[in-house]
Structure formats: structure tokens, C-alpha cells
């Protein structure tokens, strides 16, 4: 069973780097894609981008000027740094799995890390 | 972007009741839409994909249908264990877009 962990720091101040790594167990992170969503407090859910296990990347629009991913095979890991941060960043951020039959789906998360942006 | 509106915004049922939730895609999307359930505190689940594969381990009384702009969530017989949120989010274009959700709650 693939088993995706968060890890990071859970404050940041304003207009710092907010830094997060995704740990992948129970499964090679070779030949998927690997996401960033968030959901602040109440509201919906916001696909950040992905990467893929050989490092391209896709960013959605509003982030792209402030983002950055990068995918370490030989860890297992994936990492999300999300520079210039406001308390608009304030947000559980999951990382997920890219799953592919014919189409492509979400079907693993990580349980989700509370990031607040505060001074 | 392609953007995606669910309706309801919420519900109100009871168990047993036949729940149906549809999701509509601003511009064609096939049949590249994912159903995902939220409870509170937990990150999503995956329920369906390709608008209508049950994903492993899903009961069957969720059922996925539709292709195009207009694709709909059915649970057959709500369950107290589906009292949730439930997301569409569609595969077709990156940006991958969700749907505003959809809140199930107890009447």
C-alpha cells in the first residue's frame, strides 16, 4: 500500500519560503506523476502542479511565479517550496499521486499539513 | 482553464435516500472527470474516475455517469458513513480544476 507523509514547518512568517517534502513508502515514486493541493480553512481544494519522477514539471498560473518542485528518486521523496508567502498561503497542503488507467486521478494522499502564514 | 461547478452547494438526506450530485465542465471534458469524498480533517478519497470506474475498495452503491460537459455522482442508498463532501476534478487539461464541492449532510 503506497503511503504518502508531509513534512515541513507549520508557520511561516510573511514574504518567506514556505518548504515542504512529500515521503513516499510502499511503492517506487519512478514512472508517476506527483502533486501539490491545497485547501484553506472551510473552502475548496487547489492544484498547485506536479511533477514527474524524471523532474518535469507542469505549475498551475497562479503560483507559477512563486513555486518550485523538485522529485529526489534515491529518497523516495518530493518537495514543494512556494516563495513570497502572504496569510493568503494559509492552507492544509497534500501531496497525492497521479494515477493513470486511460485517464488521470488522484488515489493516494498524504493525511495533509497545516501550513500558517503568520509573523 | 476549464472550470467546473457542482450542484447542489449542499444537501440535506436521510439514510437510505438516493443521493445525486453533477458536476458541469465549461467546456467538454469526455470522459476524464475523478469523484473524491472528504470528512472532515481527512484528505480526499478517491471514489471514481473515468467518470464511471469504481475505484478499488469503493462500495457499489457510488456510481459515476455522463461524458461531455455534464457528469453525475450517484449513491444509490445514502449511509451514515457518507455524510462527507464530494469533489468532481477533471483530468482533461492541466491545470487539473476541482469543483466547488458538494456537502452531504444528515436531515
Known amino acids: 500500500q503506497v503511503q504518502l507523509q508531509e513534512s515541513g514547518p507549520r508557520l511561516v512568517k510573511p514574504s518567506e519560503t514556505l518548504s515542504l517534502t512529500c515521503s513516499v513508502s510502499g511503492g517506487s515514486i519512478s514512472t508517476y506523476y506527483w502533486s501539490w493541493i491545497r485547501q484553506p480553512a472551510g473552502k475548496g481544494l487547489d492544484w498547485i502542479g506536479r511533477i514527474y519522477s524524471s523532474g518535469a514539471t507542469h505549475y498551475n498560473a497562479p503560483f507559477k511565479s512563486r513555486v518550485t518542485m523538485s522529485v529526489d528518486t534515491s529518497k523516495n521523496q518530493f518537495s514543494l517550496k512556494l516563495t513570497s508567502v502572504t496569510a493568503a498561503d494559509t492552507a492544509v497542503y497534500f501531496c497525492a499521486r497521479g494515477g493513470f488507467s486511460g485517464s488521470y486521478y488522484f488515489d493516494f494522499w498524504g493525511q495533509g499539513i497545516l501550513v500558517t502564514v503568520s509573523s | 482553464d476549464i472550470q467546473m461547478t457542482q450542484s447542489p452547494s449542499s444537501l440535506s438526506a436521510s439514510v437510505g435516500d438516493r443521493v445525486s450530485i453533477t458536476c458541469r465542465a465549461s467546456q467538454s471534458i469526455s470522459n476524464y472527470l475523478n469523484w473524491y469524498q472528504q470528512k472532515p480533517g481527512k484528505a480526499p478519497k478517491l471514489l471514481i474516475y473515468?467518470?464511471?470506474t469504481l475505484q478499488s475498495g469503493v462500495p457499489s452503491r457510488f456510481s459515476g455517469s455522463g461524458s461531455g460537459t455534464d457528469l453525475t455522482l450517484i449513491i444509490s442508498s445514502l449511509q451514515p458513513e457518507d455524510f462527507a463532501t464530494y469533489y468532481c476534478?477533471?483530468?482533461?487539461?492541466?491545470?487539473?480544476?476541482f469543483g466547488q464541492g458538494t456537502k452531504v449532510e444528515i436531515k
Open positions: 473515468g467518470a464511471s
Open positions: 476534478q477533471q483530468s482533461y487539461s492541466i491545470p487539473w480544476t
